[in-house]
């Protein structure tokens, strides 16, 4: 396995679902497309697929684990542990888009003010939750995951 062109593939194949819910969240296909469960179902399998991978024919990394940062590292000293840490924050960081997206639509936040959260969490996951929640506590006067 080309490990450069399975992550090219993957950063690719996601792309169009960002496209359309940052440039095209009002378009009639944009959540057939980007709001279904098939997108985080397919990463889910491919990050299976490289945890399974790793487990199966990497021999284990004396010392790798989550108990220390160094520990962590270790996971990712090669490149299908890097692959499957890759894939697992694409998917969760679209997942947040995606729930980002559908907050907004029922909050009332506007498109312009979703995109530049949308453009954040691509990117940098956290921050764009972390602006998207500032905007929806600064515009509704709160602050919740939950739609009530």
Known sequence: MNFEITYSLINLSIMPVWILLIFAPSWKWTDKIAQTALIPLLFGIVYAFFVGWGMVFE?????????????????????????????????????????????????????LWRAPCLALTFMFGSIG????????????????LLNS
């Open 59 to 111: 021999a284990p990394i004396l010392g790798a684990g989550m108990g220390s940062l160094k520990a962590v590292m270790l996971l990712f000293d090669s490149p299908i542990s890097t692959l499957a840490g890759w894939t697992h924050y694409l998917v969760f960081d679209l997942f947040v888009g995606m729930w980002i997206v559908r907050d907004g639509r029922q909050n009332g936040i506007g498109a």
């Open 129 to 144: 939750l972390a602006l998207y929640l500032l905007i929806l506590w600064i515009r509704k006067g709160k602050v919740s």
